[in-house]
Nanobody, 129 residues
Framework: QVQLAESGGGLVQAGGSLRLSCAASGRTFGRTLERGVMAWFRQAPRNERERVFVAAVEGDGFTSYADSVKGRFIISRDNAKNTMYLEMNSLKPDDTAIYYC?????????????????WGLGTQVTVSS
């Protein structure tokens, strides 16, 4: 089985920055997900029914972003450490959400929750105005 654990969330003022981390572990991670796509999703306080795509990074480093975060957020991964990162800059109150790490056996980015096989428990990010 694979476990994903997010960290780095917190409270920050608008315009500030945060860096989220997602550590992957488990006996099968290397075989199953080393080359798979990893992504960040978020769930806003008033939208508890769905998690919205933020960014994804494929095994070869190819990245994709939601329009709402393009130019402000940077996603990356360190395969040697089994860790993915999300650097968030110029944060806005609308970025307030629970941020979830996700991983898939597939190689290519997807903006849909259903395409990801493993999920972390989330980390809260709150941006004050």
């Amino acid at each position: 089985q694979v476990q994903l654990a997010e960290s780095g969330g917190g409270l920050v003022q608008a315009g500030g920055s945060l860096r989220l981390s997602c550590a992957a572990s488990g006996r099968t991670f290397g075989r199953t997900l080393e080359r798979g796509v990893m992504a960040w999703f978020r769930q806003a306080p008033r939208n508890e029914r769905e998690r919205v795509f933020v960014a994804a990074v494929e095994g070869d480093g190819f990245t994709s972003y939601a329009d709402s975060v393009k130019g402000r957020f940077i996603i990356s991964r360190d395969n040697a450490k089994n860790t993915m990162y999300l650097e968030m800059n110029s944060l806005k109150p609308d970025d307030t959400a629970i941020y979830y790490c996700a991983a898939a056996r597939g190689f290519y980015s997807s903006t849909f929750e259903r395409d990801y096989d493993f999920w972390g428990l989330g980390t809260q990010v709150t941006v004050s105005s």
